[in-house]
């Protein structure tokens, strides 16, 4: 009977120190929450200045404003809006794609906004991102990482559009996201062109022989490539994470089971605790 008490007590005992820690952990939960409001107020501040600073330049659609001529490229200006019209979408509702409770509470608004986020955006923007690379380049090293990008853009977004219709939802999200960090490394380009400058302008003279142009072509190279790698690694980076703190939650939870099964950590079980 002393035995059964004092192994009842610690059943007891073990049940209240599970519940206090879930008490306990129920912040903390709520913490990464509080975290993701904050990065979404952020991230949308800096596709409202993003947006507002494009559109400034071509919300007349004057035809004038572009860096060809248009009666030796009438083309160019067309596509160019093309791209500037989808990559405004693209960002917009990336921002609602993003969005945690929206997901939760709005699934049917996650979809219409998902669709219009592949069709409305991400193809028109990358199609002629690459009619405008192969036509009309820029410089080597902005054509190139264009068209890498462009591919790498339209890849992520299709591969999780139809991971969504297969109903893979976890892996929908993973390649989501890394589509996500390609749409929005015109943030990225945005902060790390000034802190590129600050390294490229003391080499004009010293490195590219006083000639602005080539330094120019550097320094927006440089930028275009670290804006979407940066981004990318970003990404990555957070998916590890995550996955990491997944499976140390998921062995946490067998552990705690095996403990209320009547397995204590040392693989001896309550019964032959000795009363």
């Given amino acids: 009977m002393d035995s059964e008490n004092q192994s009842s007590a610690a059943l007891a005992e073990t049940g209240g120190a599970h519940q206090a820690a879930g008490s306990r952990s129920a912040p903390e939960r709520r913490r990464p929450g509080r975290g993701q409001t904050v990065a979404l107020v952020l991230l949308s501040l800096a596709v409202t200045g993003i947006l507002v600073s494009v559109w400034s330049r071509y919300i007349t659609f004057d035809s004038g404003r572009s860096r060809l001529s248009p009666a030796e490229h009438p083309l160019f200006f067309p596509i160019l809006m093309i791209h500037i019209v989808g990559s405004t979408v693209a960002v917009i509702t990336c921002v609602l794609q993003v969005w945690p409770s929206l997901r939760r509470r709005r699934p049917r608004i996650h979809r219409i906004s998902g669709r219009l986020y592949v069709f409305a955006g991400i193809y028109p923007a990358a199609v002629s991102a690459l009619v405008l690379t192969f036509v009309w380049p820029y410089a080597p090293l902005n054509a190139f990482s264009d068209t890498l990008t462009s591919v790498l853009w339209l890849s992520t977004t299709t591969y999780g559009f139809v991971l969504a219709r297969q109903g893979r939802t976890?892996?929908?999200?993973?390649?989501?996201?890394?589509?996500?960090?390609?749409?929005?490394?015109?943030?990225?380009?945005?902060?790390?062109?000034?802190?590129?400058?600050?390294?490229?302008?003391?080499?004009?003279?010293?490195?590219?022989?006083?000639?602005?142009?080539?330094m120019f072509q550097v320094w927006s190279g440089l930028d275009v490539w670290l804006g979407w790698t940066v981004a990318l690694l970003l990404v990555e980076w957070w998916l590890e994470r995550e996955q990491l703190r997944r499976s140390a939650r998921r062995a946490?939870?067998?552990?705690?089971?095996?403990?209320?099964?009547?397995?204590?950590?040392?693989?001896?079980?309550?019964?032959?605790?000795?009363?």
């Avoid at 929005?184 to 142009?213: C, Q, R, Y």
């Avoid at 552990?255 to 040392?266: H, I, S, V």
């Fill in 252 to 275: 946490a939870a067998r552990k705690a089971r095996a403990y209320d099964g009547g397995e204590r950590t040392d693989g001896v079980t309550v019964a032959e605790v000795p009363g």
């Fill in 170 to 214: 976890a892996d929908h999200r993973r390649w989501m996201l890394r589509s996500f960090a390609l749409t929005m490394s015109v943030i990225s380009n945005t902060i790390l062109i000034i802190p590129i400058g600050w390294f490229v302008k003391p080499l004009l003279h010293s490195h590219f022989a006083g000639n602005e142009d080539v």
